[in-house]
């Protein structure tokens, strides 16, 4: 075991001149570093524990080797694992023995001391690696306390960075829950006794049990506080507790229950409270749990990185290697041409994965050239896909472009823009370069335009390359890889087959794939046979009419899928936000299982079903190559169904011309229908003639016996106090869109919206017709109050009433919709009351109200036993909750953030469920809680605004 922690302490003064290391800052100790700072992978920090004695530089003694105390083991052993990791011990005032330099043993202090080095220490070296932080005892608070401050200085671009970049943090013996007492007051007496250079360790009449419990509140407290941002990052932790007394003291310092961060890994170790983070050898298990960590982040880093980029390489790993060592080095812009579907992207999103790694920011922009609107509403829809360090930058969804770019400009970015179609889309890439540090970033751009490229190439900064077809035998396993499955070995009859699908495909990997997927679980030789004719006969026409026959083969042999697969191509595919969920409530109109529909199309490479963002916690979202939308929009065409899609712009000749012919209404199956981006003034509305094509839609709505979906979002304003529009009616015959699904009707401001409406302040009854509806958002109405015929809407499964500011009151019969299962009301300033048939909607799983007038809720919302998830933020003028909330028996998440809530009621412990609960305790707010508050028995997710007043309140119910 080498020499006593006694021994150990009772040294000569301590001289750190013996090891060689950096001072970067005043608290910041380099002990090694690659010598190209940009090959740094990972940061490894180092925090220590209590100095017990004065001048002990802690920050190094801590961390020598249990059998070579002349050595630092992070110093020696861990570049021998890791030679691209930067290591670095952090120095901070941690002695218990007060002296006129030393003893001030303050959390906020060190914190705030160390987050400003640490913003330092960002700036001057530009990591954008992961940092994995290591604290023994005392210092695993101090770095609980520097994530805190830097979460709550998240808005600062440097801070952010830091933050964003922390992987993993691993506790040697860290009490989150505080210390023996008495163990460290019998350690204390020990350490009295002993001398070093004729002085004292510690002077035995220092208040240090009151130090400790002083200690073991402040951790406490620190250990609530970051549990509720530990899961918002995902931060991976290690936790080592020890389980030998240190010499001279009855039992051990921390103990197990207080070194435990909650299901996160822990181990133990047969070592003592100071010799735990002093490993004998680099087998020591303290020193392989680290380094398992430290494998683990960077494993994880990678893979955040790279999770929305993996893709099939088959043929094209010789050009992306050639590319990654010739060309990336040397030339700022990385251009991909070549005809649609001979993977281009799949190229560049390999390019792209291999390098992301060495840049902070990172920005993939597909199908580039589908994005419509001005340029200010394509900077903010592609803006919210940029990314920092693996994470998405934006706060929240449609955060303005300027807000988001102010954190970019001037770094190091890799983009990746798929797709482009026009000069404009050159020149939004340069106005993107000049904007950043250009020289060190990378932009990788597809297209099938050559010559647009080319235009990128000035001063010879753009490496242009043209993606050729795949070869006979790159073409041949990239088939067989579709349809075979795992070490199957193919019929004999199969030989000569597949060469003939495979030249029919013309080393095309799109359709290669889709015919692979096709045949894969096909084994009858009969269709295989016929695949080879039908490729052939394809072959007679234009070059991409010929791929879309290809294709269609596929299409062909569908069956309930293929009514899915036309509405996804036609009408929603281009819909970032059209994701998994609301498609189960949307398409529904079309099948009975959408789910399996969806797989179904997946699994024959028909539609890509991918994860929402980086992480597959909730929702997916869908991806469909351009040549399959393309077919399935000639497809649509052939047979007569319209999809209408229509942006509004200068000339409404179009859309008048199409909704003026009575035939061609009948076939329509979506119709869509929009404003461009500004509110349109009276004389505009006139002067465009507006007027005229609203009027014309008003008339065309009863001949579109086909429609299944409808999306209005008119942007139109009164002119002097008069309506300038009569409205859109629902048709009389309300009987024709009965299978309406979903309905959109927003913006409509100061409208009468409807015939048969009062006075523009009531919605339109005839929406109750729609009995098949499953889903209606309701955005911008100046109505204040709405139909009692909701009621009727039978079906509906999902409703958002958003930004209607003047909207009193819901109908009294809202309780009717019996299959409701989530209701979002969000900006409803004047309403202050929910109906008292609220109660009925049993269905009801997820109910959100963000800043409403809410005063109370009514007794009758207890009767929502089904309800999982409420959140009540920004309802100021909530002053309590009803006796009825605690019969709310299923619910597991509530977030419950309204600062004039007087007290919560005395059943709030009868919430059985509830896991995750978010409140917030401002000091005028919530007298006492109620003592069936600790009787939450499941709850695992704590997260408190106003903690101080939290553990007061909650340390009554305690006593």
Not at 291 to 320: A, F, Y
Not at 578 to 589: K, M, N
Not at 709 to 731: F, H, K
Not at 919 to 938: G, K, Q
Request: contains cysteine; proline residues 4%; charged residues 25%.
């Amino acid at each position: 075991m080498g020499e006593s922690t006694m021994d150990q302490m009772a040294e000569s003064s301590f001289q750190d001149e013996q090891y060689q290391f950096v001072r970067i800052t005043d608290s910041l100790l380099q002990l090694y570093a690659p010598d190209q700072p940009d090959e740094v992978e990972v940061d490894i920090m180092f925090f220590h524990g209590l100095e017990l004695r004065s001048g002990s530089k802690n920050q190094l003694l801590t961390w020598r080797s249990g059998d070579d105390p002349q050595q630092l083991w992070p110093q020696v052993w861990l570049p021998q694992e890791y030679p691209k990791a930067r290591i670095t011990v952090v120095s901070y005032d941690a002695s218990i023995n007060t002296t006129a330099t030393e003893g001030r043993v303050d959390l906020y202090l060190i914190r705030e001391a160390l987050f400003q080095e640490s913003r330092i220490s960002y700036r001057e070296q530009g990591r954008h690696c992961p940092v994995i932080l290591v604290g023994h005892s005392f210092g695993g608070l101090v770095i609980k306390e520097l994530c805190l401050q830097a979460h709550r200085k998240k808005e600062m671009n440097d801070v952010n960075a830091f933050i964003d970049r922390i992987g993993g943090i691993f506790f040697y013996s860290t009490p989150h829950s505080g210390m023996d007492g008495e163990v460290f007051g019998e350690l204390v007496k020990g350490c009295s006794k002993l001398k070093a250079a004729d002085k004292p360790l510690l002077s035995a009449n220092e208040p240090l049990l009151s130090f400790a419990k002083m200690l073991s509140t402040n951790a406490v407290r620190v250990h609530h506080e970051f549990c509720s941002i530990q899961r918002e990052y995902s931060w991976k932790i290690y936790g080592l507790g020890e389980t030998t007394p240190v010499e001279g003291t009855s039992g051990v310092l921390v103990r197990e229950a207080s070194c435990r961060f909650g299901d996160e890994f822990f181990a133990v170790a047969g070592r003592d409270h100071f010799s735990i983070c002093r490993p004998q050898s680099k087998e020591c298990s303290s020193y392989q749990h680290l380094v398992e960590l430290v494998r683990t982040v960077c494993e994880k880093q990678k893979m955040r990185r790279r999770e929305h980029v993996k893709m099939e390489t088959v043929g094209i790993d010789s050009l992306v290697i050639n590319i990654l060592q010739q060309h990336v080095p040397k030339k700022i812009y990385l251009g991909f041409f070549g005809m649609g579907g001979v993977d281009k992207t799949t190229v560049a999103k390999k390019v792209f994965e291999e390098i992301a790694d060495r840049f902070e920011y990172t920005w993939l922009v597909e199908d580039f050239k589908f994005i419509t609107g001005d340029k200010e509403e394509v900077k903010n829809i592609v803006g919210s896909r940029i990314h920092h360090h693996g994470r998405p930058i934006c706060a929240v969804k449609g955060e303005p472009f300027e807000v988001v770019w102010s954190k970019v400009a001037g770094k190091r970015l890799l983009m990746l823009l798929d797709d482009i179609a026009s000069e404009e889309h050159i020149e939004f890439l340069e106005s993107i370069a000049k904007d950043v540090d250009m020289e060190h970033s990378r932009f990788i751009v597809t297209s099938r335009d050559e010559r647009l490229l080319r235009l990128m190439d000035q001063g010879g900064q753009a490496y242009l390359c043209e993606i050729p077809f795949l070869s006979n035998e790159d073409a041949m396993q990239l088939f067989c890889k579709y349809s075979l499955s795992v070490d199957e070995e193919p019929a004999s009859w199969m030989k000569d087959i597949t060469t003939e699908i495979v030249k029919g495909c013309g080393g095309l990997p799109l359709t290669l794939e889709v015919m692979g997927k096709y045949l894969h679980r096909i084994r009858k030789e009969s269709i295989w046979k016929e695949l080879p004719r039908a490729l052939r006969k394809a072959e007679a026409l234009p070059p991409l009419e010929r791929v879309w026959a290809k294709l269609r083969v596929s299409y062909d042999a569908l069956q309930e899928e293929k009514n899915v697969f036309l509405d996804l191509a036609c009408a929603f595919i281009r819909d970032e936000y059209f994701t998994d969920e609301r498609a189960e409530r949307i398409l529904s109109a079309r099948c009975i299982s959408v789910s399996n529909v969806l797989q179904s199309l997946a699994d024959k490479s028909l539609l890509k079903i991918k994860p929402y963002g980086y992480t597959k916690e909730w929702c997916s979202y869908f991806q469909m190559h351009e040549h399959l939308r393309s077919m399935g929009e000639k497809i649509a065409k052939e047979e007569g169904r319209i999809y209408l899609n229509h942006k509004l712009s200068t000339s409404v000749e179009e859309i008048q011309n199409i909704l003026s012919d009575r035939s061609f209404c009948q076939n329509i199956v979506s119709f869509k229908f929009s404003c461009n981006s500004r509110t349109l003034s009276a004389s505009e509305v006139c002067a465009g003639g507006h007027r005229c094509v609203l009027s014309t839609i008003r008339r065309a709505l009863p001949q579109m016996k086909s429609l299944l979906y409808l999306d209005l979002d008119l942007r139109l304003v009164a002119c002097e106090g008069t309506c300038l529009l009569s409205g859109l009616p629902l048709p009389a015959n309300g009987v024709l869109l009965r299978k309406l699904n979903p309905l959109y009707l927003a913006r409509m401001i100061r409208t009468r919206f409807f015939e048969g409406a009062i006075g523009g302040h009531k919605s339109p009854n005839a929406i109750g017709q729609l009995s098949h509806l499953r889903e209606l958002n309701l955005w911008y109405l100046g109505c204040e109050e709405l139909p009692d015929a909701i009621g009727n809407l039978k079906d509906l499964l999902h409703m958002r009433i958003l930004y209607c500011d003047k909207l009193r009151q819901l109908p009294k019969k809202f309780g009717n919709l019996g299959k409701l299962e989530y209701l979002c009301l969000v900006k409803l300033e004047s309403l202050q009351q929910l109906p008292l048939s609220i109660g009925n909607l049993a269905n009801m799983m997820e109910l959100e109200v963000l800043h409403a007038g809410l005063v109370d809720l009514p007794e009758t919302f207890g009767k929502l036993t089904n309800l999982r998830r409420l959140s009540l933020l920004g309802c100021d003028s909530l002053q309590k909750l009803p006796m009825t909330f605690g019969n709310l028996s299923k619910l597991s998440y509530l977030a419950l953030i309204c600062v004039n809530l007087e007290r919560l009621p005395e059943t709030f412990g009868n919430l059985s469920s509830l896991q995750y609960l978010s409140m917030s305790l401002p000091d005028d707010a919530v007298s006492e809680l109620p003592e069936t508050f600790a009787d939450l028995s499941n709850l695992e997710h704590l997260e408190i605004t106003g903690l101080q007043r939290f553990i007061s309140l909650h340390s009554k119910i305690i006593q």
